[in-house]
C-alpha cells in the first residue's frame, strides 16, 4: 500500500510573548495513521527563522508502538534513519543517541548512552558524562527519562575483583571494556599495549592475547578488553581455562526494563524548562528531542533545522522551552546537527521530511520508531481530489487522486476513476477547460466522491521558462518548466508539447516539448503563445553563453503615463545612489534628484546605502526604508520595510506583527518600500510576505517596491513588484549608459494608480 502526505496550511499572523512560540508562522498538519500527528511549523521565534517538524504520538492505540532502531550487524555498525526506518517499515522514525565514531572507519561507532531493545541489554550507560534514558520497564504502562547508572564487576577464578567500565562502547580502555557478541564478529584488538581476553558462554577463558588483530567474539560470550597502562586486572589474575564471571546491576534495574535509548540531558522536567543541564551541546544547531506527557503514553518527536537562511537552529536553552511549550512533561536531548533527521512513512515510501544541515544523511548509532501492528488492507472511508488552483483556457490541468483509509492512512487508489467537469472536457484526469470563470470536476471512485474546484484563467499575459540557460551533453534531452502568468499576475505552469517551440540553430532540436542536444553549439530556444513568448539559451557540449532574448510580454495596465487630477499626487522612487567622488558622479546624481524633484512631490531613496550629501535637491521631500515606519496620507498607506541585511526581520521580531497589522488596516492604496529587491534570502518570510501582500490586494492596489541593480517590474497575485536600480558602479563614460540610470514615477488619483520609468539624467 502507498500513502501520500497531504495538509493542512494555516497561517498565524497574531503576536505571542511566549518565548517557544513563533510571533508568526505557517503551520502544515497531517495525520500519518490514527494516533499519529506529524506538525511542520516554519515561523520566526524570539531567536530568529525556524523550522520545526514535530510528530506526536499517542502509544494509548494498541496498533502503536515505539521501538529502538538499530543496525542488525551489531552494536559498533552505524547506519541513517532513513534505512532503519526502511529496514523496520516505521510510521515516522527520528535519530536517537550520541555516538562516538571510529575513526578511519565508516559506518562504526558507538552509542554513548543505554540500549536495551526486547528487554536485552545491548549497551551500557557512558560513565563519562550524566546522560539521560528514555525507557520502559515492562510492569509500567507508559515510558519514562531519567538517568541511568551501573555496577559492573568481573570476578577472577582467584577471587580477585575488579570493574568493568563499559559494555560496548569505542573507548581508550583506561578501565576494561566488556565486548558482547553483539558488539560485532570481532573484539577491537590488542595493538598498543591492550590486552584481550575472550570468555564463552559459559565463563571459561579461551583466549588471552596481546599485540594481537581482532579475535572473534564467542558466541553468547564476550571479551574484556583494557590498555595496561592504565589496568593489569586481566594481565595478572586470568588465564585460559579459568572460570570468571560478570555480575551487572543497574538503578533502574536493566532486567526490568523492555525498551531503552540513551541521549543527552534532561530538557524538561515535572512541565518545567530548565536552564541547567548536565550534559549541554553549547550553540544554536540543529536539533533532535523525545518528549512525553504525564502518563508517560504519549510521545513527542522533535526535529528542528538549522544552520541555514531558513532555520537558525536554536540552543539547548531554547529547545528545553520549545519541549515544554509542547506540552511535554518531561523531554530528552538527542543527538543534534548533522544527525537531525525526520523519516516518515509518505504512501509507502519512507522520506525523509527535513532539510540536512550536511546535505546529506549521516549514519548514527540508533533511531526511535514508531511502529504499527496494522496491516495495508484496510476500508477505504474518502477520496480527495488534487487539483491545480489555476488553469488556462484550452490548456491541460492534470488531476490527481488519493484515498483515506479507516485508519486515517492515505493511500493510492489503483480502481477506476471517473472524472465529470462542467466546463471543458476532462479525460483520465486530464482537465481542458473552454471558458474563464470556474470548472468544477468531481471525481467517482468505489462509490465515494470527491470535487475540486478551478479558476479558469482568460489568457497568458506573459510567459517564461523557470531556467533561461541549460546546458547539455550531445545526445541528451531535457523537458523545460514552462511558466504563464494572466494579466494580474496568476501563475500557472503550462505543458511545453502544447506550446510552439522553435530553435534558431541546428545544434538542438525541438519535439513533442523536448529539447534535444544534437552536437556542439548554442541555440535560443523560443516559445509562442498569441504574440508573447519566452526565451532561452541552450548550451551543447561547454560552448559560450550567447546572451538571452528578452522575453515578450503584455505590458502591465498600470504600467503607464497619466496626468495628475484635482486632489491626486505623484511620488518618485529610486535606487541606489553613488558617493560623489568625481564630477561625473555629481553630475548624474544632481541630474537625477532635481528631475525628481520636479515631477513628484515626495520621493523614496532605495538600496544598500543612501548618500545624503547626494540628496541636496530634494532635501527635506524625500524618505529610506533605514527603519520601520507605517504613515497614512490621503487615505494611502506607506510602509518601509529595511530588508538590506539579507531578512526583514534583523533581530526584533515584533517587525513582522506590526507589519502584518498594518497591511490588513492600509488604506485604499498601500505602497511597501523595501531597500533591497529580493525581499528576504529566506524562503518562508518571502512567502509570508507575499501572502500578506496578495490578500491586501484583493480590496486595494499594492505596490512593492525595491532597490537594487535592475529595472525591472511584475505582477503577482495583483501585487506590483517594482525594481529600480537607480546608480550602480557599472554607470560610467565608458561602462553602462547612463540612460539605464531611472527613477519609478507613481501617479495617484484616487484608487487609479498608474506608474512609469523615468529616464533621471538624460
Not at 234 to 245: A, H, M, Q, T
Not at 256 to 261: D, L, M, Q, R
Not at 398 to 418: F, H, L, P
Request: charged fraction near 20%.
Amino acid at each position: 500500500m502507498k500513502r501520500i502526505l497531504t495538509f493542512l496550511i494555516v497561517f498565524i499572523l497574531t503576536a505571542t510573548t511566549v518565548a517557544a512560540a513563533p510571533v508568526v508562522d505557517i503551520t502544515e498538519e497531517k495525520t500519518l495513521i490514527r494516533g499519529v500527528t506529524y506538525k511542520n511549523i516554519k515561523g520566526l521565534y524570539s531567536s530568529g527563522w525556524q523550522d520545526v517538524h514535530i510528530v506526536t504520538a499517542d502509544l494509548n492505540e494498541k496498533h502503536l508502538g515505539l521501538e529502538v532502531l538499530k543496525n542488525q550487524k551489531g552494536e559498533s555498525y552505524t547506519e541513517n534513519t532513513l534505512t532503519a526506518a526502511k529496514n523496520n517499515d516505521t510510521v515516522v522514525a527520528v535519530n536517537a543517541d550520541f555516538f562516538a565514531a571510529k575513526r578511519g572507519e565508516a559506518g562504526r561507532g558507538s552509542a554513548v548512552g543505554v540500549e536495551i531493545r526486547g528487554g536485552k541489554l545491548y549497551s551500557s550507560a557512558s560513565v563519562a558524562e550524566s546522560m539521560g534514558t528514555f525507557y520502559k520497564a515492562f510492569d509500567e504502562n507508559g515510558f519514562n527519562i531519567d538517568a541511568f547508572t551501573f555496577d559492573i564487576t568481573v570476578t577472577a577464578a582467584n577471587g580477585m575483583q575488579d570493574k568493568i567500565k563499559l559494555i560496548n562502547k569505542y573507548d581508550d580502555l583506561t578501565g576494561i571494556v566488556m565486548y558482547t557478541d553483539d558488539w560485532a564478529e570481532k573484539s577491537v584488538g590488542s595493538v598498543g599495549g591492550i590486552i584481550e581476553v575472550s570468555v564463552d558462554k559459559n565463563g571459561v577463558v579461551l583466549e588471552k592475547v596481546t599485540e594481537a588483530e581482532p579475535i572473534t567474539i564467542p558466541e553468547g560470550g564476550y571479551v574484556l578488553s583494557a590498555h595496561m597502562s592504565f589496568n593489569t586486572f586481566l594481565l595478572d589474575n586470568v588465564e585460559i581455562g579459568d572460570k570468571i564471571s560478570v555480575d551487572i546491576t543497574s538503578a533502574p534495574d536493566y532486567k526490568k526494563i523492555e525498551t531503552a535509548v540513551g541521549g543527552g540531558a534532561v530538557l524538561v522536567r515535572d512541565g518545567i524548562a530548565q536552564t541547567e543541564f548536565s550534559h549541554n551541546v553549547t550553540g544554536r544547531n540543529p536539533r533532535t528531542a523525545i518528549g512525553l506527557d504525564k502518563t508517560g503514553k504519549k510521545v513527542t518527536l522533535v526535529v528542528l533545522e538549522g544552520r541555514s537562511n531558513n532555520a537558525r537552529g536554536m540552543t539547548q536553552i531554547e529547545l528545553a522551552e520549545l519541549m515544554a511549550e509542547l506540552g511535554c512533561y518531561t523531554a530528552l536531548n538527542f543527538d543534534g546537527g548533522g544527525s537531525s533527521t525526520m523519516v516518515a512513512d509518505i504512501m509507502g515510501e519512507q522520506k525523509v521530511l527535513n532539510t540536512l544541515s550536511d546535505g546529506s544523511l549521516r549514519n548514527v548509532t540508533n533511531s526511535v520508531g514508531i511502529t504499527t501492528t496494522l496491516n495495508d488492507k484496510a476500508d477505504l472511508k474518502q477520496i480527495k481530489l488534487v487539483s491545480p488552483q489555476y488553469a488556462f483556457c484550452g490548456y491541460s490541468a492534470k488531476m490527481s487522486i488519493y484515498g483515506i483509509d479507516e485508519y486515517q492512512r492515505d493511500v493510492n487508489i489503483e480502481k477506476t476513476v471517473i472524472y465529470k467537469t462542467d466546463n471543458g472536457t476532462i479525460k483520465d484526469g486530464i482537465l481542458i477547460p473552454k471558458s474563464a470563470g470556474k470548472a468544477t470536476v468531481t471525481a467517482y471512485c468505489m462509490g465515494l466522491t470527491a470535487e475540486a474546484e478551478i479558476t479558469v484563467l482568460d489568457a497568458p499575459a506573459e510567459i517564461y521558462f523557470n531556467q533561461d540557460k541549460v546546458a547539455l551533453s550531445s545526445g541528451k534531452s531535457y523537458t523545460p518548466v514552462l511558466m504563464a502568468k494572466d494579466i494580474s499576475g496568476r501563475i500557472v505552469s503550462i505543458d511545453t508539447s502544447e506550446v510552439k517551440m522553435t530553435s534558431t540553430a541546428p545544434f538542438v532540436e525541438i519535439e513533442n516539448g523536448k529539447i534535444k542536444a544534437i552536437s556542439q553549439g548554442a541555440a535560443h530556444i523560443s516559445a509562442k503563445i498569441s504574440g508573447i513568448t519566452a526565451n532561452m539559451q541552450v548550451l551543447v557540449d561547454g560552448v559560450a553563453e550567447i546572451g538571452t532574448v528578452e522575453n515578450v510580454k503584455i505590458p502591465d495596465p498600470q504600467n503607464k503615463s497619466a496626468e495628475v487630477k484635482k486632489d491626486g499626487y505623484r511620488f518618485a522612487v529610486f535606487g541606489n545612489t553613488r558617493n560623489p567622488d568625481t564630477l561625473f558622479d555629481k553630475f548624474i546624481m544632481n541630474r537625477a534628484t532635481l528631475k525628481m524633484k520636479q515631477s513628484s512631490d515626495f520621493q523614496y531613496i532605495l538600496g544598500a546605502d543612501v548618500n545624503k550629501d547626494t540628496l541636496t535637491h530634494i532635501d527635506g521631500t524625500y524618505h529610506t526604508a533605514k527603519e520601520y515606519s507605517c504613515t497614512t496620507e490621503n487615505g494611502d498607506t506607506f510602509i518601509t520595510l529595511p530588508n538590506v541585511g539579507g531578512s526583514i526581520f534583523s533581530g526584533d521580531a515584533s517587525v513582522w506583527t506590526r507589519f502584518l497589522e498594518d497591511v490588513k488596516a492600509s488604506g485604499k492604496n498601500l505602497f511597501i518600500f523595501l531597500d533591497r529587491n529580493y525581499i528576504s534570502q529566506n524562503e518562508t518570510e518571502i512567502k509570508l510576505f507575499k501572502e500578506a501582500v496578495a490578500h491586501a490586494a484583493k480590496s486595494r492596489n499594492v505596490y512593492v517596491f525595491g532597490g537594487g541593480f535592475v529595472n525591472k517590474n511584475t505582477v503577482e497575485e495583483n501585487v506590483r513588484y517594482i525594481n529600480t536600480a537607480g546608480v550602480f558602479p557599472s554607470i560610467s563614460l565608458e561602462g553602462t549608459s547612463v540612460s539605464y540610470v531611472k527613477y519609478v514615477l507613481v501617479t495617484v488619483n484616487g484608487t487609479d494608480v498608474t506608474y512609469e520609468y523615468k529616464e533621471a539624467v538624460r
